[in-house]
DNA sequence: CGGCAAGTTGAGCCAGGTCAACTCCGGTGG
DNA sequence: CCACCGGAGTTGACCTGGCTCAACTTGCCG
């Protein structure tokens, strides 16, 4: 009966909406199940060292994970996070500065085994080419991220953070509300700012009538094109824009 | 005569030291030269808006590219630089908020055929490889940016770019020179920062003993160890450290 | 040698960092 | 059930690193 999924994939989101094993052929994700594992992390845990070097790709089901980067003097940030249904390849750590995995949330992924994993690559397009789009994405990601950092104000980034966990995380988007998965402290390391500059900053959207500070991690937005317009700087859009003419100085 | 290369490809960067064209089969060489054309930008000079659409894949050759973002109020940010033997993909660009690609001096690049790329992608093995550890290189190198703009102090900021141009661009390391291929103005908005203070920082690193300020666009790096501990907030060094476990706050 | 853009230096200011006190809230034990 | 506790978040007061603006110097190209 290969043609039934493995019980522990049935169960797994990454199995359903076109996530990755859900492109898989009945006996792929057999062989995948069978030399991969389950691992679950508690908020405020890492990845064990030792599991990465032997088996360093990771499917996040559930929860967000981060990616932290600590200076000598403490100084710490998270300079990415992941969220249900990214993949995460981590053979190059070692050739990189990389960081540490957090679990900003409990969070449950999946350890895929290397051969595995790469003998998909190697034949099944729909796979590879979800695994590019989703590295291309995160590419994406992260040169918005450093938009935000290099220069905008305090309340701007926070808005586009807001947007972010908004387009990122899954809730009903129609409602309003967004969830901010994280602690205070996780936002502000995230967005390169500290705690208190995080508070006032809601503070700020609020009394401009942005958003509403429902509780820590749930905020309603009130006036989503004024979010939007501060989020980019006041630019008129936070949609796809792709590649756009502007003029270049001489 | 399959085998010799197009005359265009047996002079160009990408043929040699294990670059991507390098990888390919003669025949593939060929198709993919046959579909492909070389494009050449001056300083300042971005790549025009219909060519991306056309063509969205982009081999450099010669020179710096950068991906620039504005915002509305024209404050202006570098996400990324691109050198020598970089592969672009732009294909998901315009469903992700982008930017510009300008020049930062003049650059040479090849506009990939898609459909020649793609069907190198699906059938070798070896040019896939070095297009997906590019990507994953740009990746790690984002992160690192991340995480120099989000907790770094000015100073430690530009040891840390020096340091990527000694890594990225060719050159004589054991010179000890290393050549900033961009203008001040173009560094202030890599690093988020102004003009007047990458100035200032410069004076300082120099003042420090770390450099020495040669010309405009040449430093010589006087004390290695001491910039890297700095670059890295006074950690002990710059080498990959792959995933360090660290003390996580409970 | 002149003209212009790039880069540097200086003076003053402000956004956000820092430090400390306070509030809020969930968990725990009497 | 309530008092207590500890950690997270918030608020306020103050301070400083880097931004701003303006003047000056340097370097490049005719």
Sequence with gaps: MASLPPPRCAACALFFD??????????ELANLNAASRVVSLRRGEQIPAGTIELSPILAVERGELSLQQVLHDGRRSISAFFVCGDIIDLRQADENRFGSLVALSDVTFCNLSPQ???MIMERNQNAREFVWSNLQNRVYRSLNHISDLANKKAPEKLASFILECRNRLPGR???????????????????????????RSFRDLETRGLIDVETTSVVRICNLPDLRMLANGARDDDTGIGLRVLRVSA
Excluded: H, W
């Design 18 to 27: 076109e996530n990755f094993c859900a492109r898989l052929a009945p006996d």
């Design 116 to 118: 595995a994993f790469d």
């Design 173 to 199: 988007k129609s409602s309003g509300r967004v969830t901010i998965p994280f602690r205070r402290r996780d936002v502000a390391e995230y967005l390169g700012m500290q705690p208190e500059t995080i508070s």
